[in-house]
């Protein structure tokens, strides 16, 4: 996957093509450390942070390509289902993701580095490393999960990548489908943009060095230790530090 991105931290400008290994080297000071956060950020794509907006998404509207949002409607039928993403729905999903940058990306940066200091900072995807793939869903009979009682079904999802299947719990409430809806589309992104290796991805963990994790907690520690508010507090340290 290739991207841009501009006015991030030290960085004026950086072009990036990803791979399952990434290493960054330079000298001290220039950037490294804000472009490692970036790269973590972008392998957690089917996180919520990555969606501020996401319990807000019109189902069958242009903010999710109509016929994903068709396919993930979980309310009706059960009967298996399957759907080819190919080139032409690959591009409306790349369209969907682009759009979601423009509009999220400050806050989403300001919650990633807990620092509000990203309104002029750009990021363009420019490829994706996608290859045709089919997701298929379907009901889980097996084992425990064979029940009469549709309400208590198992769903398997499978992208055809002959990783394990995700498992979900079928869903009447308004709540409960918007959730699968979420897990199911923004799989599918991670699908799109990361191709075959988008498990390596997903899975990633990014540790700050010490005195980069420290600037970027400190504002946090500061807050922490001057207030008087310790039981209501919420302390808001930089997502790579809470999510490691």
């Known amino acids: 996957m290739k991207f841009k991105v501009s006015n991030l931290g030290k960085i004026n400008l950086a072009e990036v093509t990803l ?12 950037g490294k450390s804000y472009l490692a956060s970036l790269i973590w950020a972008l392998g957690n794509i089917d996180s919520p942070y990555f969606w501020p907006d996401w319990p807000e998404w019109p189902i069958g509207e242009d903010t999710v390509p109509n016929w994903l949002a068709e396919f993930c409607d979980l309310d009706g039928t059960l009967i298996g289902r399957s759907l080819l993403i190919d080139n032409d729905k690959a591009a409306d999903i790349l369209a969907f993701i682009r759009d979601t940058i423009d509009r999220n990306l400050p806050a989403y ?3 990633i580095f807990a620092f509000p200091g990203f309104s002029e900072t750009k990021l363009s995807i420019e490829d994706a490393d996608f290859q045709p793939f089919t997701i298929s869903i379907g009901p889980d009979i097996s084992g425990d999960s064979e029940v009469s009682d549709k309400d208590e079904m198992i769903l398997w999802v499978d992208f055809g ?19 699968n809806q979420f897990r199911i589309v923004t799989e599918t992104c991670g699908h799109v943009l990361f191709g075959p ?9 990014y540790i700050p060095a010490a005195r980069t994790g420290l600037m970027l907690a400190l504002p946090a520690l500061q807050q ?14 930089p997502a790579t530090l809470r999510h490691c």
């Not at 002959?162 to 918007?178: E, I, S, W």
């Not at 290796?197 to 963990?205: G, H, L, N, P, V």
């Not at 922490?224 to 808001?236: G, L, Y």
């Open 224 to 237: 922490q230790a001057f207030s008087h508010h310790t039981e209501q507090a919420q302390t808001p340290f």
């Open 109 to 111: 940066l300001s919650e």
């Open 161 to 179: 990548d002959g990783d394990p299947k995700m498992r979900l719990f079928f869903a009447k409430d308004a709540a409960g489908q918007q959730f």
């Open 197 to 205: 290796d988008w498990e390596k991805y997903s899975r990633q963990a």
């Open 19 to 30: 791979s399952p290994l990434t290493i960054l080297v330079g000298k001290n000071n220039t």
